[in-house]
């Protein structure tokens, strides 16, 4: 069970959009539907912004949006704002009640 | 509305034990999964293991297999992680969170535990 593989960070100027990837196994990413995705600030809790792949939370913003290819799940954010300026985490379900995060990007808003 | 709210910081010694509870309000309890996630300083979300408030059945990561068991008391809504022969690395903010189907929803205000001689 190997944590998924997030780009360390990523960076884009307001009103630009980003993409952040998120890539893991035929067992996890590849298998499942069952990809969310976390926004976190300094010394916050995480919050949920995309849920199964595609779904957004209530509240959630349209800007984010989330899609999968293969083993691989992407979380993009357009229209850039400074307030979303933070760590991003991807979490897949691995099959047997377990679950594993991806290491999280740092987004930096120019 | 859904809260959960843990118990404060600790301090231990390496090999020493450590507990943390995470009573649960505003929804049904027995009903919701209920997940531990730490977070070590500077470094990412590692996921620990999830608890089945009803039965009490639990599942770990085999990371930390052998040292982690998670528990749950229904009388008073709260869920229990204890993590036995504590190393240095074990430092970080322990978070309970509500599972809502395969993602969560809900996040305690999490723990810090560090181990220090």
């Given amino acids: 069970q190997s944590a998924l593989t997030q780009p360390r960070s990523v960076s884009g100027s307001p009103g630009q959009s980003v993409t952040i990837s998120c890539t893991g196994t035929s067992s996890d990413v590849g298998f499942y ?3 969310s995705w976390y926004q976190q600030h300094p010394g916050k809790a995480p919050k949920v912004i995309i849920r199964d792949v595609t779904k957004r939370p209530s509240g959630v913003p349209d800007r984010f949006s989330g899609s999968k290819s293969g083993n691989t799940a992407s979380l993009t954010i357009s229209g850039l704002q400074a307030e979303d300026e933070a760590d991003y985490y991807c979490c897949a379900y691995a099959g047997s009640y377990l679950w594993v995060f991806g290491g999280g990007t740092k987004l930096t808003v120019l | 509305q859904v809260q959960l709210v843990q118990s404060g910081a600790e301090v231990r010694e390496p090999g020493a034990s ?40 639990t599942t770990y990561t085999q990371r930390l297999q052998g040292r982690v068991t998670m528990t749950r008391d229904t009388s008073t809504r709260t869920v229990y992680m204890e993590m036995s022969s504590l190393k240095f690395e074990d430092t970080a903010v322990y978070y309970c969170a509500r599972a809502v189907g395969n993602w969560i929803d809900s996040w305690g205000q999490g723990t810090l535990v560090t181990v220090s001689s």
């Fill in chain 1, 33 to 35: 539907n069952y990809v």
């Fill in chain 2, 18 to 57: 450590v507990k943390v509870s995470c009573k649960a309000s505003g929804y049904d309890f027995i009903s919701y999964y209920v997940h531990w996630v730490r977070q070590a300083p500077g470094q990412g979300l590692e996921w620990m293991g999830i608890i089945n408030p009803s039965g009490g059945s």
